[in-house]
């Protein structure tokens, strides 16, 4: 791996031009986990974008990452919210875990995601059901996790819990994905995101060490408010981009490459066609300015960078749906077909809105934001 903080975009070209794009429609006819795309990303040493310099990562920060997961998912869907999730752990694991396990995941040794979701909390993540309870020397947890992405592909998950002892919401433990009692509710068959494995995931009786603790007993909150909802967020809105800007370029293209038999003109003929192109655009490039505002405000620890957090996720969801109901106007009937793509990015494209946190609960705190309120 020869791959630098300041020589990565030619990786991240190559792989997205190539792997990338070349089984991105497999993965989703197939409902497959890109393992092939992933293995790229893990060879071109893009898997450790996030981890510091001094475990051997990247250390591009969190604008580098979401260049890359922008960039990625616009060639596959799949393979940014796995890639998203990894990266969302990998957070957690340099600011929290040992240092074995932080070398691992800067050399593309050890997948990470989330194991938060649960279906008795729903979209409030950040007050588990799930339990760690100490029995002889080690903790015992038990939990029905409600969906994991990467469950089955997985190294490790970072999970949270009720804590052991302390007074607080959660605690954030690491749990390997081949511990004793875990079991996979898979497989995952989705409208959209096909391959990223996203699936149910139950915990009876895991013994795990109490060294797996990441941070402290009680501080999961504040490690999900603190590292994980930034990270999320930002990459959850690059995903959505990328998406929006892959589906676009294809538009363009079927509207410039498709012509009428007994006139010769193109679709892009027609200023309707031009105009809904142009919207898709304007829309795009209006996501992207509050993604990159938002990193921004994350890095300057700016006043406004909590308010910049909630809304981006936000604003890149509902703004996907837009642009991705323009790019099946514009391509008619052709996109009900597999190979404008189109299609694909349309369902792909929804999964943004109804990720915990949900935009409906993220207006809630926006609101609550504006309002002087506290957000819990």
């Given at each position: 791996?020869?791959?630098?903080?300041?020589?990565?975009?030619?990786?991240?070209d190559?792989?997205?031009?190539?792997?990338?794009s070349?089984?991105?429609?497999?993965?989703?006819?197939?409902?497959?986990?890109?393992?092939?795309?992933?293995?790229?990303?893990?060879?071109?040493?893009?898997?450790?974008?996030?981890?510091?310099?001094?475990?051997g990562?990247?250390?591009v920060?969190?604008?580098?990452?979401?260049?890359?997961?922008?960039?990625?998912?616009?060639?596959?869907?799949?393979?940014?919210?796995?890639?998203?999730?990894?990266?969302?752990?990998?957070?957690?694991?340099?600011?929290?875990?040992?240092?074995?396990?932080?070398?691992?995941?800067?050399?593309?040794?050890?997948?990470?995601?989330?194991?938060?979701?649960?279906?008795?909390s729903?979209?409030?993540?950040?007050?588990p059901?799930?339990?760690?309870?100490?029995?002889?020397?080690?903790?015992?947890?038990?939990?029905?996790?409600?969906?994991?992405?990467?469950?089955?592909?997985?190294?490790?998950?970072?999970?949270?819990s009720?804590?052991v002892?302390?007074?607080?919401?959660?605690?954030?433990?690491?749990?390997?994905?081949?511990?004793?009692?875990?079991?996979?509710?898979?497989?995952?068959e989705?409208?959209?995101?096909?391959?990223?494995?996203?699936?149910?995931?139950?915990?009876?009786?895991?013994?795990?060490?109490?060294s797996?603790?990441l941070?402290?007993?009680?501080?999961g909150?504040?490690?999900?408010?603190?590292?994980?909802?930034?990270?999320?967020?930002?990459?959850?809105?690059?995903?959505?981009?990328?998406?929006?800007?892959?589906?676009?370029?294809?538009?363009?293209?079927?509207?410039?490459?498709?012509?009428h038999?007994?006139?010769?003109?193109?679709?892009?003929?027609?200023?309707t066609?031009?105009?809904?192109?142009?919207?898709?655009?304007?829309?795009?490039d209006?996501?992207?300015a509050?993604?990159?505002?938002?990193?921004a405000?994350?890095?300057?620890?700016?006043?406004?960078?909590?308010?910049?957090?909630?809304?981006?996720?936000?604003?890149?969801?509902e703004?996907?749906?837009?642009v991705?109901?323009?790019?099946?106007?514009v391509?008619?009937?052709?996109?009900?077909?597999?190979?404008?793509?189109?299609?694909?990015?349309?369902?792909?494209?929804?999964?943004?809105g109804v990720?915990?946190?949900?935009?409906?609960?993220?207006?809630?705190?926006?609101?609550?934001a504006?309002?002087?309120?506290?957000?819990?």
């Amino acid at each position: 791996m020869n791959t630098t903080a300041e020589s990565y975009q030619a990786a991240l070209d190559r792989v997205c031009r190539t792997t990338i794009s070349e089984t991105a429609a497999a993965v989703d006819r197939d409902g497959a986990f890109p393992t092939e795309s992933i293995q790229a990303l893990k060879s071109a040493g893009l898997l450790g974008a996030m981890s510091s310099p001094e475990c051997g990562g990247l250390g591009v920060g969190l604008a580098g990452a979401a260049h890359i997961v922008r960039s990625v998912a616009e060639e596959c869907g799949s393979t940014a919210m796995v890639l998203t999730m990894h990266y969302c752990g990998a957070a957690v694991l340099d600011a929290h875990g040992p240092l074995e396990v932080r070398r691992q995941v800067a050399f593309g040794a050890h997948l990470s995601t989330l194991a938060f979701s649960e279906a008795g909390s729903r979209s409030h993540f950040w007050a588990p059901l799930s339990t760690a309870e100490p029995r002889n020397g080690h903790i015992v947890l038990n939990a029905s996790k409600s969906w994991i992405t990467s469950a089955s592909r997985a190294t490790a998950y970072v999970w949270s819990s009720k804590p052991v002892a302390a007074d607080g919401l959660s605690t954030i433990w690491l749990v390997p994905a081949s511990s004793q009692g875990i079991q996979v509710r898979g497989p995952f068959e989705g409208l959209g995101l096909r391959g990223n494995d996203s699936s149910p995931v139950t915990a009876e009786n895991v013994e795990i060490e109490r060294s797996a603790m990441l941070g402290a007993d009680g501080q999961g909150f504040d490690i999900m408010m603190g590292v994980t909802l930034p990270v999320f967020s930002v990459l959850s809105a690059a995903c959505a981009n990328g998406l929006m800007a892959g589906s676009l370029r294809r538009t363009a293209e079927h509207a410039a490459g498709t012509r009428h038999a007994d006139t010769s003109s193109s679709l892009a003929d027609l200023p309707t066609i031009r105009n809904a192109i142009a919207r898709m655009q304007v829309k795009v490039d209006m996501s992207d300015a509050l993604l990159w505002d938002t990193v921004a405000a994350i890095d300057s620890k700016r006043q406004d960078a909590t308010l910049r957090v909630l809304e981006v996720k936000a604003a890149a969801g509902e703004t996907a749906n837009e642009v991705l109901d323009l790019a099946m106007r514009v391509c008619a009937g052709a996109a009900f077909r597999k190979e404008v793509a189109v299609e694909r990015f349309f369902r792909d494209g929804r999964a943004a809105g109804v990720m915990a946190p949900t935009t409906d609960v993220l207006y809630d705190f926006i609101g609550k934001a504006i309002c002087g309120m506290p957000l819990f």
